[in-house]
C-alpha cells in the first residue's frame, strides 16, 4: 500500500517554521498533508519548505525497498516492532519504501462456530485484528498512523475510534464498524489468511518480516535491530540524506 503523500513528516523533522511561514489557525490541515499538494502548500504557507524538500527526493523511478510485515495485533513482540521501529522508519524513509501490513499471524481459520477465527491473544485480538484490516482497508494514506495510534495505547481496539478521528477524520466511523462486524471484515481476514499462509517459507512466528518479497533469517535480525539501517543500505539508487547523514541546507528557522 501507499501511505502518505511523499515528504509530508520531513517537514516537521528537518526544519523548524518561521514565523512568516508558520500556518495561519485557519489552515485546516495537519503538518502530514502540508506537501500533498500546491494548493495546500499555498494555504498553509509552507511552499518554499515544500519546494526545498521536493528538491532532495531521491530519483524518481527507481525501485522502492519493498516491506512487508506479517504480524498479529496483540502480540508484545509485533507492538514494539510495530511502534519502535517500523514506524519510525517508515515516517522518516517513505520516500525510498513501500510498506505492506497483514494483520494475521498465528490466527486459525474455524470450519464452523460463532466466530470464524481463533487468535493466539483471545477474542479481543480477532476482533482487533479485523479492526485493523478494515482500516487498512478504508483509511488510504492515513492507516499506518491509526494502527501506530492503535498500538501505541493502553487498549488497542478501544483505542481505534479516538485514532480514527484523530488521522482519518473524513472517514466515517460507522463504515468501519460496518466492515469489521460484517462480511467485508471477514474477508479481508481470508485474504490475509491466504496471504500469511502462502509464505514461504512458512513462517514460524511473528513479527515476520520479507524485504521485497523474500524472508530470510539474516534479513530479519537485521530489521529486529534496526530496520532502518537496513532500508538504507538495501536502497540502490541515490540514497536520501537521512541515510547518509549529508547536511542539506534547508530552512531551519524557528518559531
Known sequence: MTLWPRFAVHLLLVMGVSEGSH???SCPYPPSQWCRSLQIAIECQVQKQCMEL?????????????VTLYYESLCPGCRVFLTQQLYPTWTMLQ??????????????????????????HGEAECQTNMMEACILHLAG???LHIIYCMESSTHALHAARPCVALYAPALS?????????????VQLMKDHAARTQGLNPTHSHVPWVTIDGEHREEVQEKAMASLFHLVCDLYKARKPPVCTGVQVKLDRSLC
Open 23 to 25: 500556518p495561519k489557525p
Open 173 to 185: 466511523w460507522a463504515a468501519v464498524e460496518c466492515c469489521a462486524q460484517g462480511g467485508q471484515g
Open 141 to 143: 494514506d492515513a492507516s
Open 95 to 120: 520516500d525510498i519504501m513501500n510498506l505492506t501490513l497483514v494483520p494475521y499471524g498465528n490466527t486459525q481459520e474455524l470450519p464452523s462456530g460463532t466466530s470464524p477465527f481463533s487468535c493466539q
Open 54 to 66: 521536493n528538491a532532495t527526493r531521491p530519483s524518481p523511478g527507481r525501485p522502492l525497498v519493498e
